[in-house]
């Protein structure tokens, strides 16, 4: 629904203050998702898929962008080998907004994690990690997922 | 509203640029696929070239309507073709699952769709062009010698094979793969009926109406004309592209229209059968 994906049979989505799903050429080139459950296409190289996307989302200088990115995830070996072809460790390095917590960490100013449809908890990581009492995003994700709430009342 | 969100709003050129060249790697990476697009318009063209050989020699009448049988397959397979080039690439995404990662992009219907129409003329010039020179090699019959009839029939069967795709990757959309033998039969449906290799005369006077309520029956009708004839129908045309209009108008309704339902339904998440 926040994708616009689906349809809400009752009540509102607003993402950066548009109506989603009716308003959401106004926000998509500004999201994205990931998870475990959604794969790139498999017969595209890493390359050939990076380039595709990043054509879609407006990317400029989509080759160099491609390189630097490939760079810092550690992945330049492996762009121009078929997405399918990788294993399930190097697919998640692919995936450019990785669901892995410690690149949550090191690239996001706010992080929102949400449980049964509800924001549990939004902040930026330094103060999550500081409210949880906790050294890594992992560890703050598990507390809330498994409704250890008594790990941030504790740590506060 | 920023300026970059307006932009995103416009029809982009690049994203559509972006999505032909997701079709072009996935043709370039896989050489069964570039085969199979030639495969099956070669061999309908030589048999049905050989039979035209064999009545041409055995009924004066077919002697005097020489390519009418060659021009019907390479029509037919401009129709039929025309729709599977669209429909194929469509489905590539269903198969690949990426249908998802495509409608939470920016990538907006209209140029998914034009994507897909360019597409369907590029398997069609890979998969066609080369049975044309066929036939003129083997059988002597040079389509392009229909000159500008050619396009007329041309652009007047690829909308139609336009509208019959748009249709169905709704379905598709809508249903999921247990929809996908609709892709590869629905144009045969028409087959009968649009009278790709008889005169309308031929059917019976109630179902005639039927055919006439079709765009390709004008084309066939039109190259008969052309062939036995050697007249150019262009009124059997502009009711062709009258009746296309109305095709096309139709098959992106109908879209749209199943697009909604499939986001009202989760269908956009659960790509598989």
Redesign the interface.
Known sequence: MI?????PTSGRVKVLGADM?HQR?????????ESPY????????IR?NL???G????VRNVAKRIEELGETLDLSQLLDR?TGKLSAGQKTRVSLASHNMSEVERLCQRVIIMKQGRIEDDDTPARLLSRYGRRTLEEVFLDVARGREDAREAAQ | ?SA??E???AF?P??V???M??YW??LR??WPRLIELIYWPTVQMITWGFIQYYVMQNAGFFARAGGTLIGAVLLWDILFRGQLGFSVSFLEEMW???I?????????PIEFVSALMIMSIVRLAIGVVPVTLLALLFFGFNLYALGFALVAFFINLMLTSWAVGIFVSGLVLRNGLGAENLAWSIMFLFMPLTCVYYPVTTLPTWLQPAAWALPPTYVFEGMRALLIGHAFRADLMLHALALNAIFLAGGICGFLLLL?AA??H?A??QTGE
């Open positions: 994708m616009g994906l689906l349809t799903p050429y106004r926000v998509l080139h500004r999201m994205n998702f959604v794969e790139m296409p498999m017969r595209l190289t050939q380039t595709v996307f054509m879609l989302y407006g078929p | 509203v970059a969100s932009s995103a709003l982009s690049r994203r640029a972006a999505m060249l997701r790697y996935l990476s896989s690949a699952r990426n998802g990662n495509l409608m939470m992009s920016p990538l907006r909604q986001r009202r989760g956009l998440m």
